[in-house]
């Protein structure tokens, strides 16, 4: 026989009473505009979805659903009957206490991975996860926590989620129309809370799928992890949840873009800050806390998925090229070479030589003008896709960094630019002794273009004469300076 002592829990939707080995669930009578549970009805209803949906992930656990009946003998109420688990088994307490999670996760990850790739889909629950869907979601959870702010939430910080949430859905169209084409899309758990996953001995148990929507509960399986990794960086475990989001992306085989694992974790903080607004409302302690730390996450993860154009420039020598797959390499971002495009456009290989005088043979204008179309165009598709891009180029001609501002601009990314800068004896030593690649550059090419090169004001120089540590650090201060 359990001998756990009796005790009750709430949530804005509900109560769960413990007593023995079970847990009862009530839902209470309340309308929150995305959940109606006035009725009677309505909540019988949602006591026997949920009974079906969680058993899909925790069979042992959900039990059944029982009446409350009044005096005359009718049902007035409804229990959604469990067993009970061990409360220091949950994985929010074990996160929180720093104990040791790793194994846990790593098996949640599976279950989590295994259930999307065999989740029912279809056009309806494809709906739900379009780019348009995801907007309005996000709008309707800006209204709802919008009368809040200066309340539970910093109204700045509120605004500014507000406005890098709307920026990245504007230019990823594209991004979220591949999801769905990749079947990405599912009928998921929709509400992966920490506090309700339970870490016992014979593998986890995950608990209270959302039952009251299916729309809500049809997501990208991205977002459904993204939702269990924002609560552990809730709760101090960002080591942890970084781990989590690799294990499920390997099990799941799933190529997404940073960015928009960081804008998933970003909504789902968010979500949990509305939440948490709303239990403000109803007078619950901490809750003004806690909504004005989940926008700091949802903040945080906005700035750091931002998808981003990046030019790094400069003259032969001076180290821009070892300089931008460093900065890719630490981005998690795309590298496209002009040096390697313009071979390619030609039909050679990036590392053949294809060495000629200043202005002529594949250095021409006309050829040097289709390599940096070609950059624009490839780098445009790649933003509408999520990911950020990083250009390695000379970027002396004032109109060609234009074409990339007005990329840019058009496909609502950042755009950073880099001037990277050595001394011309040292420059000119680089370029004598490396070794041969995709740049025909010598110290003759080198001295032309840097005579005919456009002032470029608008960049921020970086000092590459020394380490590329050093240089790699002023780089990604300029590029990431919010997300830090």
Known sequence: MDDS?????????????????????????????????????????????????????????????????????????????????????????????GAPVDDALRAIARLLAAWHARAPRGPGIAAAGTRDALRARWTAGFDQVRPFHGRAVDGAEATETERLALRFLAGRADLFAARIAGGRVVDGHGDLLAADVFCLDDGPRVLDCLEFDAALRSVDGLDDAAFLAMDLERLGATAAARRFAARYAEFAADPAPPSLWHHYVAYRAFVRAKVACLRHAQGAAGA??????????????????????????GLPGTGKSTLAGALADRLGAVLLSSDRVRKELAGIDPDTSAAAFYGTGLYTADRTGRTYTELAARARRLLRLGETVVLDASWTAAGHRALLRDVTEQEHADLTELDCRAPARLAAERVRTRPHGASDADPAIAAAMAARADPWSEATPVDTSGALATALAQALAATRPAAG
């Not at 903040?299 to 990046?310: E, S, Y």
């Open 288 to 313: 003004a806390a806690e909504a004005a730390g989940l926008t700091g996450v949802a903040l945080r993860h906005l700035r750091a998925g931002a998808v981003g154009l990046v030019l790094v420039g």
């Open 5 to 97: 002592p009796a005790a009750v829990a709430e949530t804005h939707t509900g109560i769960v009473f413990f007593a023995g080995d079970r847990a009862y669930k009530m839902k209470k009578p309340v309308d929150l505009g995305f959940v109606d549970f006035r009725t009677r009805e309505a909540r019988e209803r949602a006591c026997h979805e949920e009974l079906r949906l969680n058993r899909r992930f925790s069979p042992d656990v959900y039990l059944g659903v029982a009446d409350v009946c009044g005096p005359g003998g009718e049902p007035c109420d409804h229990l959604l009957v469990m067993r009970r688990l061990p409360a220091g088994r949950r994985l929010s307490t074990l996160a929180a206490a």
